[in-house]
């Protein structure tokens, strides 16, 4: 079972820049997607990005297109989230997750994550 321990969050000001990592341990790592939620104070959790198991195909919500970038590094067991141009609206606590089915090429909101990390705080004033 892969364990998953997100990083890198912090208070930050709006137009600031943060990168969140996500470690795995695991051998199935590299075989798997990983996807990136957040849920802020009194909302549903939400998707945020994922990308492939090879790195080769990312998708983002509407909401973060354009700003947001998530990256992998299989050789580090490390999944990253690169966010710019952060605005008070992107507070939250993000996750991340991992892609149930192995060896997914196209990953979209709706598939099936499981193995949550703890999750890390991101608070944006304005």
């Known amino acids: 079972q892969v364990r998953l321990e997100e990083s890198g969050g912090g208070l930050v000001q709006a137009g600031d820049s943060l990168r969140l990592s996500c470690a795995a341990s695991?051998?199935?790592?590299?075989?798997?997607?990983m996807g990136w939620f957040r849920r802020a104070p009194g909302k549903e959790r939400e998707f945020v990005a994922a990308?492939?198991?090879?790195?080769?195909?990312?998708v983002y919500a509407d909401s973060v297109k354009g700003r947001f970038t998530v990256s992998r590094d299989n050789a580090k067991n490390t999944v990253y989230l690169q966010m710019n141009s952060l605005k008070p609206e992107d507070t939250a606590v993000y996750y991340c997750?991992?892609?149930?089915?192995?060896?997914?090429?196209?990953?979209?909101?709706?598939?099936?994550?499981?193995?949550w990390g703890q999750g890390t705080q991101v608070t944006v004033s304005s």
């Open positions: 997750a991992l892609d149930l089915r192995p060896y997914t090429a196209t990953m979209t909101p709706k598939d099936d994550f499981a193995s």
């Open positions: 695991g051998s199935t790592f590299s075989n798997h997607g």
């Open positions: 990308i492939n198991w090879r790195g080769s195909s990312t």
